[in-house]
């Protein structure tokens, strides 16, 4: 099983930790945001994980690397020039994700107890293309928010929505089959 994290964002919030170190690395209880991500996926069984760099990749991809040997996993790494949201960087990954019989994709700054396991079954149980993560919040007028039906299936996304439609929020945790990179538009494989 394999693993996407989108780890190129700027960090732009987290300023001024994030003008010397990409977002990413910035600590979070004695250990780089990502290595809580990357040790939770190592759980559940991901062998593979391909880190979408842009933002300090150099630094991103030599930490990485010694993290790697230590995990006993493989780190694989996708680079787009210039940012292309959550879409772009599937496309730009899809050759390293596409043998994969399901995999994770996580927004790299994500922190929680990550439910991995609880996800990967729910999932499996459904036989749809893609299981998004989602999370309640008070105020979802800063977020995505996903509408869904009784039944769990995604009707619409409102991004940031100015009156209230629901506080379901997209939690920047995903599971995708591989048939689901054929879907990103063609435009985004000619970017490369």
Do not use: W
Not at 61 to 75: D, F, N, P, R, T
Not at 168 to 184: Q, S
């Amino acid at each position: 099983m394999k693993a996407l994290i989108l780890v190129g964002g700027f960090g732009t919030r987290l300023r001024p930790l994030t003008l010397s170190r990409p977002k990413p690395l910035v600590e979070f209880a004695n250990k780089p945001i990502v290595m809580h991500q990357i040790e939770a996926l190592v759980k559940v069984g991901v062998k593979e994980v391909v880190l979408a760099v842009s933002y300090q990749s150099d630094m991103m991809v030599q930490y990485m690397e010694s993290q790697a040997k230590e995990l006993g996993i493989k780190i694989s790494i996708s680079k787009e020039d210039t940012p292309m949201g959550t879409a772009g960087p599937l496309a730009l990954a899809r050759d390293m994700l596409e043998d994969s019989d399901v995999f994770f994709v996580l927004n790299s700054d994500v922190i929680c107890d990550f439910p991995l396991a609880l996800l990967l079954q729910f999932h499996n149980s459904h036989g749809g293309e893609g299981t998004i993560f989602v999370t309640k919040v008070k105020d979802p007028s800063k977020y995505g928010v996903v509408l869904f039906d009784e039944k769990g299936k995604i009707q619409e996304f409102v991004e940031k929505p100015q009156e209230f439609v629901g506080d379901k929020i997209n939690a920047g945790i995903y599971i995708f089959n591989p048939e689901i990179l054929k879907r990103i538009p063609v435009r985004f494989f000619f970017t490369n």
